[in-house]
């Protein structure tokens, strides 16, 4: 290493290698106080936690207290993989979930991420990294398990913008010729001046000989990370295989992952071609359904959005090599644009890599901005990355900022000059250039909307009720990518969800609008049982949650129906044949022992978020535009199916009544439902009214331990 670096603290700690998907021990670093710690795992860490976004909420939940704030030292950063995470048999094995008190929503968040940070920590030896306190200096956290040493290391004070810094943080702790053994976490510049930085996870792509970043993207920990003073994270391992996460019984990861591959190479390219256009593929299906976000969510299609589709992007990625973000990955949908050549701010006229988009982008800052011109989002795309901030939510806010300026809410003497009008390329730039700096009218918008809605009213006078009803934002996080308007369930797949609006718990959209598989309001509740646990059940295990059903097997449809085939019962199989043939865990038989496990964990975090505040009724309601027209402009747009809605749903009687009349109604009928919607969500959760988990709930799920009983008894 350079001498530039210099160790201000070394701990060194005996091997351990991994035994059936677990080290049992978890590594606490104090960036304050530079102490460093082993934690043992206990068996009922290991039973009632799983791992991953289990383990980083028991560590959390062990590490502050209710009025811990995410900038406080006391608040942690944690980064778990979980027992399966590491495998390489089967796709979508090497997820890491990082755990915090996020700045946006002042809960806890969870993040869900590629690369190979998560499972090389535990090659490393450790089960999850727990980083408490602030230094008061850049630093770097190096885990080295080739020598069996921690260190913190101090780091220049040069740019943290993720580009450059893992390619130097490549050079600097990976041997030559060893590149793959390296994985960094890493921010950049919009982390530290905005709320909604995210972190960046490496992986090291052999074929192309480069190094490239998955993100945690939601919550904002990239903001804690760098408010730590945290340069870097960076783990080594001497050698990277198929066997280190040490199973109880390869055989089975074998036979299941050779399964998996063959439908994989047989049945992607005929049903979502993930491995050529990846998520991209959902761009026009959305579009054809009016689903995707067009102008702050006004809309759910455009005539333009054919020039954004997967058949664009597949024309745009390097198809030359596979693209998987762990080893074995088949489904390979990560997809990098090999030469970008910059168009605007500091790296302007160099030619980069960009890695993905993937949908999310490409909604969210194409079509709900108004760009339609792929290189205009990678524009967009390159600099979110390379800035660390969440490019989910710097496209819903700028979304919402735009329609604000398009109603008189803002303009350019607000801006400082920026004309914020949809499709404004330039204007755009430099509100991200300008956030990533934390500078003029660019440091308001980095706050996210929740804080935005409040500036605007309270300073520009604007009616806090409309601000309200187009800033999409549920629990202080912004919405990803999906209009709800016609999905009373995805209503509650966003609004009921613990972290905030994000679409890893629950995705109904298509079972509930498009195939009407749930019309009840106890179909739909029992949905938003079933699939927001069964998803958690991947970030507790370390896994993506793409394989499970974005293929499927060729007879999935034909031997099952509805809500059953939606949930891909030979993938839940293959799924508790991964869990037993790492674990050795005998008790897990059947899809109901998965959604036990992620039922305990789900409502633990339902718990935290009640201890810090929140967890409550009141903090589950939606923004209006998620579930209706708020505009007359909306509502016209849409006008034949909103007018058969009112007299067929709502027996509202609409002859001679004004658009302004029916906007009001529609609105009184859909709240309605949606208010009816979480009573039978609490109820089938084995919640209050209130939306607080029961007693015996927590007795049933066995975490009813003393504090988290006290707690619950004090809010009922
Ligand atoms: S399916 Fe895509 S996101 Fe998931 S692990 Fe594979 S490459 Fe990564």
């Given at each position: 290493m350079e001498n530039d670096y210099s160790i201000l603290k070394e701990f060194d700690y005996p091997p351990q290698e991994v035994s059936r998907g677990y080290t049992d021990r978890t590594l606490y670093v104090n960036l304050s106080s530079r102490e460093i710690i082993s934690k043992s795992v206990s068996q009922a860490m290991k039973d009632i936690f799983i791992g991953g976004r289990g383990f980083g909420l028991r560590l959390l939940w062990d590490g502050?207290?209710?009025?811990?704030?995410?900038?406080?030292?006391?608040n942690e950063i944690v980064i778990s993989s979980g027992p399966i995470g590491g495998i390489t048999q089967y796709p979508g094995t090497g997820k890491s979930i990082v755990v915090s008190v996020s700045p946006t929503t002042e809960m806890v968040v969870d993040s869900n991420v590629g690369g190979y940070y998560g499972p090389y920590l535990k090659f490393a030896g450790w089960d999850a990294i727990e980083i408490q306190g602030k230094a008061n200096q850049e630093v770097i956290i190096f885990v080295d398990g080739s020598t069996n040493k921690v260190q913190i290391i101090e780091a220049p004070m040069d740019t943290t913008n993720t580009h450059v810094l893992t390619k130097e943080l490549l050079k600097l702790f990976a041997e030559p010729g060893k590149e793959n053994c390296v994985s960094s976490v890493t921010a950049g510049q919009g982390a530290d001046n905005t709320l909604i930085g995210c972190l960046n996870v490496s992986y090291f792509d052999v074929p192309r000989q480069t190094v490239k970043v998955k993100q945690a993207g939601r919550g904002g920990t990239g903001t804690v990370f760098r408010n730590k003073n945290i340069k870097a994270l960076v783990v080594k391992i001497p050698k990277m295989g198929g066997k280190l996460n040490n199973p109880a019984d390869q055989s089975i990861l074998n036979v299941t992952g050779k399964k998996i591959n063959i439908e994989m190479k047989e049945n992607d390219p005929i049903q979502n071609s993930m491995k050529t256009k990846g998520t991209n593929v959902l761009v026009e299906i959305m579009d054809y359904h009016d689903l995707l976000p067009v102008h702050n969510f006004k809309f759910g299609a455009h005539p333009d959005s054919e020039k954004i589709a997967s058949t664009v992007w597949e024309g745009i990625f390097d198809l030359s090599a596979p693209d998987g973000c762990?080893?074995?990955?088949?489904?390979?949908?990560?997809?990098?644009?090999?030469k970008y050549t910059v168009q605007t701010g500091p790296y302007k006229d160099q030619e980069v890599m960009v890695d993905g988009p993937e949908y999310e982008t490409t909604a969210g800052v194409g079509s709900n901005l108004g760009f339609f011109d792929p290189l205009k989002i990678l524009e967009f795309n390159f600099y979110c990355d390379t800035y660390g901030m969440d490019i989910i939510s710097f496209g819903t806010l700028t979304g919402f900022i735009m329609e604000c300026y398009e109603n008189g809410i803002l303009d350019a003497t607000k801006t400082g000059g920026l004309e914020l009008e949809w499709g404004n390329f330039k204007a755009t730039t430099d509100l991200l250039h300008q956030m990533a700096n934390g500078k003029g009218f660019g440091k308001t918008a980095g706050l996210g909307i929740r804080k935005m809605k409040k500036i605007f009213a309270d300073d520009y006078g604007a009616d806090p009720n409309f601000l309200q009803d187009i800033g999409m934002e549920a629990k202080g996080m912004e919405y990803s990518e999906y209009v709800t308007k016609e999905s009373l369930a995805q209503q509650g797949g966003f609004g009921l969800a613990n972290k905030g609006a994000q679409h890893d718990e629950a995705w109904l959209i298509f079972m509930d609008m498009v195939s009407n598989l749930i019309p009840t309001f106890e179909e739909k509740a029992e949905a938003l049982h079933y699939f927001p646990m069964f998803r958690t059940w991947f970030g507790l295990n370390g896994l993506c949650k793409l394989p499970w059903n974005d293929v499927e097997p060729t007879n999935n449809r034909t031997k099952y129906d509805g809500i059953d085939a939606a949930k891909v019962p030979e993938h839940v199989e293959n799924y508790i044949k991964l869990f037993t043939g790492v674990t050795g865990r005998d008790d897990v038989k059947t899809g109901e022992d998965l959604i036990l496990m992620s039922e305990a964990v789900y409502n633990f975090q339902r718990v935290f978020n009640l201890r810090m505040g929140f967890g409550t009724r009141e903090f589950d309601k939606i923004p209006y535009r998620s579930s209706g027209p708020v505009t007359s402009e909306e509502y016209e747009s849409r006008q034949e199916r909103y007018d058969k809605q009112l007299v067929?749903?709502?027996?509202?009687?609409?002859?001679?009544?004004?658009t302004i009349d029916k906007v009001k109604e529609l609105r009184t009928y859909r709240e309605d439902q949606y208010e009816k919607l979480s009573d039978a969500v609490y109820k089938r959760r084995g919640w209050t009214e209130n939306g607080i988990p029961k007693l015996e709930t927590l007795e049933r799920l066995k975490i009813d331990f003393p504090d988290v009983v006290e707690i619950v008894k004090s809010a009922l």
């Open positions: 502050i207290t209710s009025k811990t704030k995410w900038d406080d030292p006391e762990w080893y074995g990955c088949t489904m390979a949908c990560a997809h990098t644009v090999k067929e749903l709502a027996g509202y009687d609409i002859e001679g009544k004004s």
